[in-house]
């Protein structure tokens, strides 16, 4: 069983995808984190004892900032956090975004600027841990005060409300807690707060989607060099020399790349062709696919900092005698996800584009190489005419998808919160771009395949490249050789998967 023990300091992008995506991961609270935890919670109660004054704490939420909220009413305050807040909408989040929530939240808290006490927290995590998961709807949220709706779903069963996910079956979260023996927590005083005032959703769909497009963004590389060798293209492209005179970020990389998974090629021009260039989709593959590999770094980089950032609102901090002040500031605000994840989604929204455009030309009439559409027989079969037209269909869907959601803002709270992120919607989106992507991908490697079938058939002692040898054999693995029309979308969905696992990572 792998573990994972948070700190708030230490969380990597690949132990929260680890975590998310394998329930049996075991997910607890570093003993270095305790005492911080338990510092910040004894603060808040000595605010309350003494009768002073906090935003969230001892005063309402938002535009309610200065009604004064009475001692005997500082928990019940707290509980209504959580049920006024859970109105999100839409279909429900999948259990890896859930579980992702759930360890970022953790995570946040455990840096012990939020107030939190320890019992609360262990719940949640016990919760996680049996794979017991909150009914998440996936709309609602504004991207600031950060992602309230969504977290207060998440929070839910923590007061023995709302649904659960548990065994494939919703249930109340009451009843699942009372049959592990489990009791509700009675919220104390900034705990509603502190579970629900943070950029947790943005940041858990952020964190899978960068994850998932890495694996692309080398999995593209595949697909372009074995489309390059299928319609016998030239290496001069990707020579040395060109890609050190523009050191842009990741283009010399995906040049080098190429090359090597190129290397000892026979299905390529020769340097001594008169046709010295190709298409701009193969000839601009490093710059093209290396900025949007510089994108998802970039990206990258934005998530993994917010992974170890505390992100909730009013925050405690201590001096060196361990006195508390409770600043009131903006850490929830979801503007650096949004436009991260805003250009992410352009980014990968262009690679789609470019290895769509490259599916048309393995299908366009080329009778030097293959037949139009890669069917042998055309007329009585249409060949891999309508794969072009669902990568088509799915790049034109990406380019509305791909509007920025960071230019939006909509006030809210009486004009108090008066300029938002959208950063959820702004995850959504990149969400469904991401995936619409992976599938074009399976679409040109199956289709690159199919066409360097066509030539072999040819000159049958003719060598791939390098690298192409190992796609080309990890495609004929899962899928065949099409003589005639079939039906394709197994083979599709098939390759779409390799992709998605890593199978066609250029090393």
């Known amino acids: 069983m792998a573990k994972l023990a948070l700190d708030g300091s230490s969380l990597t992008l690949e132990q929260l995808v680890q975590a998310a995506r394998d329930p049996e991961t075991e997910v607890s609270l570093s003993p270095e984190a305790i005492p911080g935890i338990q510092r910040a919670a004894d603060a808040v109660a000595k605010y309350i004892r003494e009768g002073r004054i906090a935003y969230g704490i001892t005063t309402g939420f938002g535009a309610f900032k200065d009604r004064l909220i009475p001692p005997a009413d500082v928990e019940k305050l707290q509980e209504n956090i959580i049920l006024s807040h859970a109105v999100g909408t839409g279909p429900e989040l999948p259990a890896e975004v859930v579980r992702a929530m759930m360890i970022i939240r953790a995570n946040t808290l455990a ?53 659960v996910r548990f065994h494939g079956e919703v249930r109340p979260s009451a009843e699942v807690l009372a049959e592990f023996g489990m009791k509700p927590v009675k919220l104390g005083a900034k705990e509603g707060l502190a579970l629900t005032n943070g950029t947790t959703l943005m940041t858990a769909i952020g964190a899978l989607q960068v994850f998932d497009a890495q694996v692309i963004v080398r999995s593209v590389n595949c697909a372009a060099a074995l489309s390059l060798e299928a319609q016998n293209g030239t290496l001069r492209a990707y020579s040395p020399q060109i890609h050190a005179s523009r050191p842009q970020a990741m283009q010399a990389e995906t040049a080098a790349c190429l090359r090597d998974m190129l290397s000892g090629s026979q299905l390529v021009r020769p340097d001594s062709s008169t046709n010295v260039q190709d298409a701009y989709t193969l000839r601009c593959v490093p710059q093209v696919h290396g900025a949007v590999h510089s994108a ?70 080329h009778p030097e190489h293959y037949p139009s559409f890669l069917a042998a027989h055309g007329g009585l079969n ?113 390759l779409e998967e390799m992709v998605a696992k890593g199978g066609f990572c250029a090393s």
Do not use: W
């Not at 709309?139 to 409300?161: C, V």
């Not at 002040?325 to 929830?332: E, P, Q, R, V």
């Open 296 to 365: 998802v770094n970039y990206a990258q980089s934005v998530i993994e900092t917010e992974l170890n950032s505390v992100t909730d609102n009013p925050l405690l901090f201590f001096d060196e005698q361990n006195e508390v002040t409770i600043l009131s500031g903006g850490n929830f605000h979801g503007e650096p996800l949004a436009l991260a994840l805003d250009f992410l989604s352009i980014a990968m929204t262009d690679l789609g584009n470019m290895s769509e455009r490259r599916i048309a030309k393995l299908i366009d009439n």
């Open 111 to 163: 840096k012990g600027h939020s107030g939190i006490r320890l019992t609360t927290l262990q719940l949640m995590l016990a919760l996680l841990n049996r794979n017991i998961l909150p009914i998440i709807p996936s709309k609602g949220s504004l991207g600031a005060s950060g992602d309230l709706a969504p977290l207060a779903h998440m929070a839910l069963p923590l007061i023995g409300q709302g649904l």
């Open 382 to 494: 249409s060949g891999f005419m309508i794969l072009q037209y669902t990568a088509a269909a799915l790049c034109s869907e990406n380019k509305t998808l791909a509007h920025p959601d960071s230019v939006d803002s909509i006030p809210s709270s009486g004009n108090v919160e008066d300029h938002v992120s959208m950063g959820a919607n702004a995850a959504l989106h990149c969400q469904q771009i991401v995936e619409n992507v992976r599938k074009i991908i399976a679409i040109e490697l199956m289709s690159a395949a199919q066409a360097v079938d066509f030539r072999l058939q040819e000159k049958p002692d003719m060598r791939l490249g390098k690298g192409t040898s190992r796609v080309y054999r990890s495609i004929r693995e899962a899928v065949p050789f099409f003589e005639k029309d079939a039906y394709f979308k197994p083979a599709m969905d098939a």
